[in-house]
């Protein structure tokens, strides 16, 4: 509230320079916010890529492997998948986007060759090896699409805290200081007035009584020269 801001001149500098950082501190919101949102489109972009190529991966992997199950057995199926030796690795490194850090998803061994799938050659079929090569397709996909998931909520999460921050700057904190300013600059010129008034008065006043005070002069040197006038007067006669 401006009314419990104490109208002084070292408070309206400390709003000044309030107003001045609060100011500095908006434009730099919003130059953030805006390049957030533009950081955000672009992986939204990327992440609706990522979500129509996940889709098509399932898809077809979920086709094949039925295909194989169909055409080989289900017993023989899940064998060529316990074979397997060597699993998929995943490391995550974080990168930095507009101050935002989003994680960096690297992965290997998850697409293999024939000979490392760990299941004999002979001892399977072509639909087998579809299924495999397959499902190491919709792995990748799934590993690509949490990593671009991740970093388009944690841009999102970004850019509602920053617009927060910004309206709370611009509706909230910069409309109390502007108030707080006008309010101390009317205080100080009703005080000015008031003080320009007070020094009038007393100029008048001392103005007043000088005027007096030669007036009084006058008026005694005139009657001293009465007297002497009469005492010389009577001197003569």
Known sequence: MANDVKPT???????????????????TLEKKRDGLIMEFMDILDKAQDVRGDLAQDYEDAQKKINMARAMEGDVAVRGAAAALQEHPEITTESKNIMGVVVPQIESS????????????????SARIDEAAEAYEDL?????????????MKKMLREIETTKRRVNALEFKLLPELYENQEYIEQKLEEQEREETFRLKKIKEKKEAEEAAEREAEAAAEAEVEADDE???ATADD
């Open 9 to 27: 001149r070292k408070n309206l500098m400390a709003i000044e320079d309030r107003i001045e950082l609060s100011e500095r501190g908006h434009g």
């Open 109 to 124: 061994k998850v697409t293999k060759s024939l000979d490392q799938r760990g299941y004999g050659i002979m001892g399977t």
């Open 230 to 232: 009469l005492e010389q």
């Open 139 to 151: 792995l990748e996909s799934i590993i690509l699409a949490a990593e671009v998931e991740t970093a």
